[in-house]
């Protein structure tokens, strides 16, 4: 009895490990937010929670330590379906909403900024400073491949659930990484093993190499957390926003290599031209030039 009560607490406690998906990017449970020795010595500073009702998650934040009263030390992305972004503007989503919303989407737009503007320091913290690029990499459609000015005004809460979702999960992940090199990522669910958080990781699979098959990305990810439920599997044929984000990425890659070009969505002039008008304020001329393509990066 001894024995069979030993391994379920070791599979429970298990469960609560956050797992390394790469690099910089951990994913795991939504305990893993009060593992205060784990965020401090891995260097998190960004967190992406999959699948969380933004009403539970923002007053949780209230009452974990490590987030309560640092505002400036963190910022909270939020992948949500069912948020009602008008309820911020009427006054119902609550205070604790309100403040987690306001302060979050004011500090992504700091951080969009400095990533625009590509050569000065992140003001908000010591910690948050952005490597000044040389002239080949000043092209930031080379890092990613959505629409940066509504990023910009979106808001911390991401609530379209296409395949979009998956675009900008990836490059609001290669924003921040550009931002800051040094901190890391944590994807968290209620529970690190349903399906949900599973599709956003192997779009961050598929993102780093695209000729990786759904159900092989998925197989990774099973290696790294066996906690999760075999079942979930269907994944590689049940996921339409999935399969249509895998298929844009195969698109983007196939045209490349037709062009011979190795990952800009747009020329540096067009760029230049979005990126003045969205730090000014204004609204970005339409882009007239596109060459659309997909750069390869080893997945560690």
Known sequence: MMIDNSYYLAHSLEQLKPQRLSGNIFFGPLNTLTQRQFIESENIKLFIGVGLSTRRLAPILNEIPSFAGKLNDYLVLNFDSEFDAASIISGSAGSAVEEYHSHNSTFLKLIIENFLKGNEEFSVQEGYRCLTPTPETLDFAQIIDGDVEAYYNGGNVYSDPSSSKFVAFNDFIAIFKRVNPTAKVLVFSQNGNDLELVTFLVSAVL???????????????????????????????????????????????????????????????????????????????????????????RFD
Do not use: M, W
């Open 207 to 297: 993102k780093e190499k695209p000729s990786v098959k759904v159900r092989e990305a998925y197989q990774f990810i099973k290696s790294i957390r066996p906690t999760i439920n075999d079942s979930l599997g269907k994944v590689s044929h049940g996921c339409s926003a999935l399969s249509e984000f895998h298929q844009l990425l195969l698109a983007k890659e196939q045209l490349a290599a037709q062009q011979g070009y190795t990952g800009c969505n747009q020329t540096p002039q067009v760029l230049r031209k979005r990126n003045n008008s969205i730090l000014q304020g204004g609204t970005p001329e339409p882009a007239d030039e596109q060459v659309i393509g997909s750069k390869r990066i």
